[in-house]
């Protein structure tokens, strides 16, 4: 998509689009980060749980009897997540340059959808520590590279329109850690198990990133193209 005019914005369509895709950007990942205590639950050792003894693979804190991958997964998930962000951030120029704007929103959004309708299968999937770490961590890492891309090239499209579009993408982005806690709120009000809760957040953020697509494809729609005045 090229510079473009103001858009033909009837009801704040336009508007409401792209608080969607401001959505649709953060509150995939605010649900991941607030699933923490579903990761590291399916990362205890059955071996050793309960057991305040200190063998190879557990750390006692406490009393209590923690894996490694448990005690670890925190601090990975931080650096996975940090690293890649902060790669692709500084890569999208090139990135910019290289692969046209409706495939890198479009295709983006897609790959986080994936992700996440994967992350909700598994979690009625039964998988060893080991496995269900190394899965996870991958996971990290695949939604911030591509959420990192995603963020530059939706920014990269409201600068194309008059000032006041890049308003939505701010609050819609602050509505996404908001609606996020308050879901953890509500599971922890009601005392849902940790897998029901997870897979309640992860099916919303799967719904979130649908409806972000679907808006995405309604925006060339509104936006009227270049008038030469010549």
């Known amino acids: 998509m090229t510079a473009v005019n103001a858009p033909r914005d009837k009801y704040n369509a336009v508007w409401i689009i792209f608080f969607i895709l401001g959505l649709g950007t953060l509150l995939p990942w605010n649900f991941f980060m607030t699933a923490t205590m579903y990761f590291t639950n399916r990362l205890k050792d059955p071996a050793v ?15 209590d009897t923690r894996s490694v991958l448990e005690s670890k997964f925190n601090n990975v998930m931080t650096l996975c997540a940090m690293v890649p962000l902060l790669i692709f951030t500084c890569l999208n120029s090139f990135i910019h340059q290289r692969i046209p704007q409706n495939w890198r929103i479009a295709g983006c959004l897609s790959v986080i959808l994936v992700v996440f309708l994967l992350t ?111």
């Open 49 to 63: 749980e309960g057991s305040a003894i200190l063998t190879a693979n557990a750390t006692v804190v406490e009393g």
């Open 120 to 230: 909700a299968v598994l979690v009625k999937v039964d998988m060893g520590p080991l496995p269900f770490f190394s899965l996870t961590i991958i996971k990290i890492i695949c939604i911030n590279s591509f959420g990192a891309v995603l963020q530059g090239s939706l920014f990269g499209l409201a600068a194309m329109l008059p000032a006041s579009y890049t308003t939505p993408i701010m609050s819609g982005q602050g509505l996404a850690g908001t609606f996020a806690a308050f879901s953890m709120i509500c599971a922890l009000a009601s005392g849902s198990a940790l897998q029901d809760s997870a897979f309640g957040y992860f099916i919303t953020a799967c719904v979130a990133i649908f409806l972000a697509i679907l808006s995405y494809l309604a925006l060339p729609s509104m936006v009227k193209p270049p008038t030469n005045t010549l």
